[in-house]
């Protein structure tokens, strides 16, 4: 029971923050990306409740919403975990086997092409087509940190390290 209250609370504070991020932008109809670019800080993607209670705090269509959010690749409709690991292959880092890289977190995530999130939504793996630091192929995002020169190994290693943090926190 004190849990179905818990959770009722902190749907309660999820919803009213996003009331808020609305009055902070005057309920204003042209401020949608920036509403949603602020919800999706918070709750690090786009889920259905939000869009639809945006799309009632903006009086605009919830398919209108969706367009914009699948628009923009900066939107997300998927949860994604805390860790954020970014792999390029873009040409240099492809040529250099970033792929490899991709394949080593997979497995040790658990995750495949459709999920790239793992299932603890502790980490989730993007791929992306250029970093723009080709010099250091293969290179490998983790957290707004760059690794340059990136190996299957170091990818196993981050994941260890960023998992034993986690568990002393």
């Keep these: 029971m004190q849990e179905t209250i818990e959770k009722s609370q902190e ?6 923050a996003i009331k808020q991020i609305l009055a902070n932008n005057n309920n204003d109809p042209s401020r949608l990306i920036p509403i949603l670019q602020q919800i999706q800080e918070m709750d690090k993607y786009l889920s259905r409740d939000a869009i639809e209670m945006v799309a009632v705090g903006l009086d605009i269509p919830v398919s209108h919403i969706y367009g914009v959010a699948t628009f923009y690749a900066h939107f997300t409709l998927n949860p994604k975990g805390k860790h954020i690991i970014r792999i390029c292959d873009g040409t240099a880092c492809h040529v250099k086997k970033s792929m490899g890289i991709c394949e080593k977190l997979y ?6 092409d459709e999920q ?4 603890d939504l502790l980490f989730t793996v993007d791929i992306v087509y250029c970093l723009g630091a080709c010099g250091l192929a293969p290179v490998m995002v983790v957290d707004d940190v760059v690794y340059g020169q990136a190996t299957p190994a170091l990818a196993a290693e981050l994941i260890d390290k960023i998992r034993a943090e986690e568990s002393a926190a």
Excluded: F, M
């Design 11 to 16: 749907t309660l504070d999820r919803e009213n």
């Design 107 to 112: 497995e040790k995530l658990g995750l495949s």
């Design 116 to 119: 790239r999130t793992s299932s």
